[in-house]
Nanobody
Framework: VQLQASGGGLVQPGGSLRLSCKAPARAFSEYTMGWFRQAPGSEREFLAAISWSLHNTFYADSMKGRGTIVRDAGNNMLYLQMTGLKPEDTARYYC?????????????????WGQGTLVTVSS
């Protein structure tokens, strides 16, 4: 499925940001949807996911208490709402989809990726 991420930008430390991911309608009934990020020189890091079946949510430790994954199937949108942003959150953020995915943390599980949106946290 084709995914399109948006919403990145420059934000000050302590600020908030909502990333968006446009996906086709069937993604929300057949695909586990997730968010990852990748900083220069680093591996792609899992952030959050929502399962295709029961819509259970899963978070990396780095996102617990600061990030919320939200699905809006009515508008074919997936969101990642982040608060308390830190300079180390600076990275390119990707939405991803895994067809009937049941393993949420590994990047290799996901076969569809958006182009990414850049988030820079700096004063």
């Amino acid at each position: 499925v084709q995914l399109q991420a948006s919403g990145g930008g420059l934000v000050q430390p302590g600020g908030s940001l909502r990333l968006s991911c446009k996906a086709p309608a069937r993604a929300f009934s057949e695909y586990t949807m997730g968010w990852f990020r990748q900083a220069p020189g680093s591996e792609r890091e899992f952030l959050a996911a929502i399962s295709w079946s029961l819509h259970n949510t899963f978070y990396a430790d780095s996102m617990k208490g600061r990030g919320t994954i939200v699905r809006d199937a009515g508008n074919n949108m997936l969101y990642l709402q982040m608060t308390g942003l830190k300079p180390e959150d600076t990275a390119r953020y990707y939405c991803a989809a895994a067809h009937y995915g049941t393993e949420y943390h590994g990047a290799s599980t996901y076969e569809s990726w958006g182009q990414g949106t850049l988030v820079t946290v700096s004063s």
